[in-house]
């Protein structure tokens, strides 16, 4: 069958899993994860049936072209967490999971990256709501809200009426950057700039902020996916 050669299946991965999985990964690369008795005909007869999906999804990720460092969801993967690196586990569980691995379900892998970015907001929504409170007890500054963006260059910012906005990216960044940033978006509630006075009122809450500001700086552009 000619027909069954115009959609090129880049890689077959074969395990104990029971249903067949088709991915167009990021760089655009064909992969289907079958069963180890799945007939290869068996395999291309479903790929070739799916060939406007396969097609559709690979001028997209060909347009979007492959971020630098962008992640290709494959077993021992590492990814950051609070500071630390952990290495990517492709299950069967229900949701992602962190424990001595960063458990993947292996359903979310045709939506890989949307469905760990939403991972990692719910998390930061988290991590930084229980930051954001310890620093407004000791400071006493009251904000109105906290949300999380998907800001790129932004780690935080403060609206006039103390609504509070961080990036999600800062979940992957170490405890005392993400708390140098709750400090520094609470203390533009008293100060809306940053004069001397905002700067001495960060210092008296966090001393350490200099130093954290220089690790974001320097180590900003790797707190990606
Ligand atoms: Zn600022």
Redesign the pocket.
Known sequence: MRLMNEVKIDKIIRSKRKTIALIVSADAMVVVRAPFRTPLRYIEKLVFQKRFWVAKKKKQALRNGVPVNAKKFVDGEEFLYLGEKYKLKIENCEDVKLADYLYFPETYLSNGQTKMIEWYRQKALEKITERVNLYNQISGWKFKSISITCANKRW???SPNGMLNFSWRLIMAPIAAIDYVAV??LA?IPEKN?SSR?WNKVRAIFPDYKNQRKWLRENGSSLSI
């Open positions: 935080g910012s403060c520094h978006e533009h940053h905002f």
